[in-house]
């Protein structure tokens, strides 16, 4: 049996591997994708001309409008909220579930109703593989459309443009966020659960080490 580690070298995370996700890179058409990367909008370069924002999903289907559409700068169309024309970089840092179009002209209401109707989102699909989704990418023709929950997907008109959205940089800092969050959780268990006060000995097989107050094992044993 593989020997426990100290609690030292568990709270330093010695232990530890950051499993990444597979990020899939493809193209469809005029557009190129990219899924499962970890870019946030501040790694998009923005466009050069104005262009207005189309939130199509903000938390859940039809909060768009209820959300963002009756703040200034932004209207309500059907089940879906689009921003006045925008120039350089925007905030965009919502918290939750969204999924969005980047548009470099003005679109009318119609326009966005014609291409997704009522109640419109792919965000838990396999958007490369739907051929309604690419219908409305054709019809809209974004500079991006981005969706981001608990996988992100992008596409983009430009390959340097999505190859700019994934690389060693980028992985690196989602590699230090989640080893951040992950010694952070091991404190507060830590915190939690320990000392090891005894006064028995670990239950555990060959473990000399004093259980912790609310169990019958010492601290490792209990996490691992």
Not at 34 to 42: A, C, L, P, Q
Not at 170 to 198: M, S
Not at 204 to 224: N, T, Y
Request: hydrophobic share 35%; aromatic share 12%.
């Amino acid at each position: 049996m593989k020997p426990i580690p100290t609690i030292e070298e568990y709270l330093n995370l010695a232990n530890w591997c950051y499993q990444a996700k597979r990020v899939e890179l493809g193209y469809y058409g005029d557009f190129f994708w990219i899924k499962n990367s970890s870019f946030t909008v501040e790694d998009l370069d923005f466009p050069k001309q104005p262009y207005c924002i189309l939130l199509i999903l903000y938390d859940a289907v039809g909060f768009a409008p209820v959300s963002l559409g009756k703040e200034a700068g932004w209207r309500a169309v059907g089940d879906y909220a689009v921003s006045e024309q925008k120039s350089g970089r925007s905030e965009i840092n919502y918290g939750v579930d969204f999924e969005l179009m980047i548009i470099e002209r003005t679109v009318t209401d119609a326009e966005i109703l014609d291409a997704l109707g009522s109640n419109c989102t792919f965000i838990d699909d396999e958007q490369e593989d739907d051929s309604r989704f690419w219908q409305i990418m054709n019809k809209l023709q974004p500079y991006c459309y981005l969706s981001s929950s608990d996988k992100s997907f992008c596409t983009v008109k430009s390959k340097s443009l999505r190859d700019s959205l994934n690389t060693p940089e980028i992985f690196a800092r989602e590699e230090q966020t989640h080893r951040d969050y992950a010694r952070a959780e091991r404190a507060k268990a830590w915190n939690d659960l320990g000392p090891e006060c005894g006064t028995e000995i670990c239950v555990e097989p060959d473990c000399s080490r004093l259980r912790i107050k609310l169990a019958g094992r010492c601290f490792l044993h209990q996490m691992l």
